[in-house]
């Protein structure tokens, strides 16, 4: 029976944790606000591992990004002294905006659904 939890997800969850709790807690740099750690992959070899973040203002998610890729060595360092590991990824942050196009669709998506139910009589006006 395979694992339903794997190493490197466990690995990812803990260092989700940690390194939101790093964020929030170490990082004083206010170019660095309103984000959300979406997801962590790790690499098998544990060498590397990319942190998608989500910014709410889409606009300063690009200095946002750029910050994190800076005080990677100082979170990565941070890291070490708390989650136990022999090999300590390497952090790499990209930007996540899986909401953004979500809630894009689906406003076409509603958009489309109320075109639909409209009547034909509505349409010719």
């Given at each position: 029976?395979?694992?339903?939890?794997?190493?490197?997800?466990?690995?990812?969850?803990?260092?989700?944790?940690?390194?939101?709790?790093?964020i929030?807690?170490?990082?004083?740099?206010?170019?660095?606000?309103m984000?959300?750690?979406?997801?962590?992959?790790?690499?098998?070899?544990?060498?590397?591992?990319?942190?998608?973040?989500?910014?709410?203002?889409?606009e300063?998610?690009?200095?946002?990004?750029?910050?994190?890729?800076?005080?990677?060595?100082?979170?990565?360092?941070?890291?070490?002294?708390?989650?136990?590991?022999?090999?300590?990824?390497?952090?790499?942050?990209?930007?996540?905006?899986?909401?953004?196009?979500?809630?894009?669709?689906?406003?076409?998506?509603?958009?489309?659904v109320?075109?639909?139910?409209?009547?034909?009589?509505?349409?010719?006006?």
């Open positions: 029976m395979p694992k339903e939890f794997s190493r490197l997800d466990r690995i990812a969850d803990v260092m989700q944790k940690e390194i939101a709790q790093l929030q807690r170490e990082l004083r740099d206010p170019r660095i606000s984000m959300t750690i979406s997801h962590i992959k790790v690499s098998k070899d544990l060498s590397h591992a990319k942190v998608y973040v989500s910014v709410m203002h889409e300063k998610a690009e200095e946002t990004i750029a910050t994190l890729n800076r005080a990677a060595g100082f979170l990565r360092g941070a890291l070490a002294k708390r989650i136990q590991l022999r090999i300590m990824p390497a952090l790499n942050f990209v930007y996540d905006d899986t909401n953004i196009r979500a809630n894009r669709l689906s406003r076409l998506i509603d958009e489309a109320k075109s639909d139910q409209r009547t034909p009589d509505e349409e010719k006006e």
